[in-house]
């Protein structure tokens, strides 16, 4: 018997729901606007602009792409929006 609070194998976070509304609603020039940032800061080295960057290519690509790298990409762009 599995616990009612953790995800099953292969079972996406349900808040991945509300992470693809937030990309859903970028334009893809928007989506480009905010990789070639990610990447312009993945040049430095710096992680999250290299993960983000990736996670935009593959989208822009039709690439399958898991929950975590969603969510997280959501939440830097929310953050990105208020600063």
């Known amino acids: 018997m599995s616990n009612r ?3 099953a194998p292969n079972e996406p976070h349900p808040a991945v729901k509300i992470a693809k ?3 859903g ?4 020039p928007d989506l ?9 800061c ?3 080295g710096n992680r999250m602009g290299e993960v983000c960057s990736e996670t935009i290519r593959r989208i822009l690509s039709y690439e399958p792409v898991s929950d975590r790298y969603l969510m997280g990409l959501a939440l830097v762009i929310m ?3 208020e600063e």
Request: hydrophobic content about 45%; charged content about 30%.
């Open 5 to 7: 609070g953790e995800l």
């Open 21 to 23: 509304d937030i990309i």
């Open 25 to 28: 609603k970028l334009s893809v």
């Open 32 to 40: 480009m606007e905010w990789q070639e940032s990610f990447a312009s």
């Open 42 to 44: 993945a040049i430095e």
């Open 79 to 81: 953050k990105g929006r």
